[in-house]
């Protein structure tokens, strides 16, 4: 077993790093799920097969669905970087975990008032408060690794 | 060099992961052909250089090539994530490359599916093959790092 | 502290990464902006709260900036994937320092040409000279780990 995978801070980044993938896998399932549902399929392909052509069609909350996974894709896939790198400068158990957590909570809120379309700006809002651990890492790691610009 | 790449299940990891870099590339290239051949460009000021801003519009072969390369993103690079993790935590080096080969040979076929169109469920099949590794290894690094929640 | 933060290699990838993550955030940030001065909206919520559903629209430029965005995505996330692992091949620092800077100056070149609009092809150009670092560490990362195919 790797050194890195017994570094108890690297150990909860990947925790909180898996659960964001599983919840962006939920999001695509979700959207394969309201495809079926609304009958909205974005090739001819799964239209003949559900039905027939007239099913090759746009839904708005398919994009809706879209609009959130590409969302995720735009913000999680970044933190996987920087968390990893994070982990490896030495900060402490507990405020490591905190901006985990706040980027986890924040994201799942995104996803939740994406999908439910809540009143603006509860996910602009949810988007916001998310990339305050990721400026936060960001910078820290920046001020360890300057030398070697 | 470092530790971990001389660790040969991460090794094992690295090779499929940079040939799935690799395929992704290689559906960027066809795309960009295809809007060559098509003469359809996003860009107005792509459109004016090979021959005027008529060319500026969509084609539906273009939009099938884009879909299937936003679809490896949603999928190829959340597994580099997993797949990383999944070499640290000590797994036989038969089953990772089980993992690692399947997910890239049913990636490949999905991105075949979609270029040609091929019959549904083909595409839908190779996608859920492919997710298989995936939440294998979820599973598995959640529970070799859940003490650290 | 882990062994790889220590690798001044693996520390100056480190360096470059974390300022194409800043350079995404960024993008995002800009299409933001635009989506509100130019009251164009992608969901009909965020709409209402900026002066009624007729603002939920599409606007040429804010779709500029999301294809500028995708386009990095597409490139920059595989970038930090072969990034850390040529790190761990045992480059020298120079020639390492090379590939992460004509990616870094290839690809804000790239978001300059997509957001002004520059006249074809310099952002093809851009997008094409980035592509070189990323090809020749992908070869050199498949040489380094071919055995454990």
Do not use: W
Not at 43 to 71: K, M, S, T
Not at 83 to 103: C, E, T, W
Not at 129 to 139: D, K, L, N, T
């Amino acid at each position: 077993m790797a050194v890195m995978i017994r570094n108890e801070v690297f150990s909860c980044y990947v925790f909180y790093g898996v659960l964001l993938v599983i919840k962006m896998y939920i999001l695509a399932i979700i959207t394969g799920q309201v495809r079926l549902r609304k009958k909205a399929f974005a090739n001819p392909e799964d239209a003949l097969r559900h039905g027939g052509l007239q099913y090759h069609r746009q839904d708005p909350y398919v994009e809706r669905c879209r609009r959130a996974h590409i969302n995720d894709m735009e913000n999680i896939l970044p933190f996987l970087f920087l968390g990893a790198i994070y982990s490896m400068i030495g900060p402490s158990l507990a405020v490591a975990r905190f901006h985990f957590l706040v980027f986890l909570m924040s994201r799942t809120l995104h996803s939740i008032a994406y999908l439910f379309a809540l009143q603006a700006p509860t996910r602009s809002l949810a988007y916001i408060v998310a990339q305050i651990p990721c400026f936060s890492m960001a910078v820290q790691i920046l001020m360890a690794v300057a030398a070697y610009a």
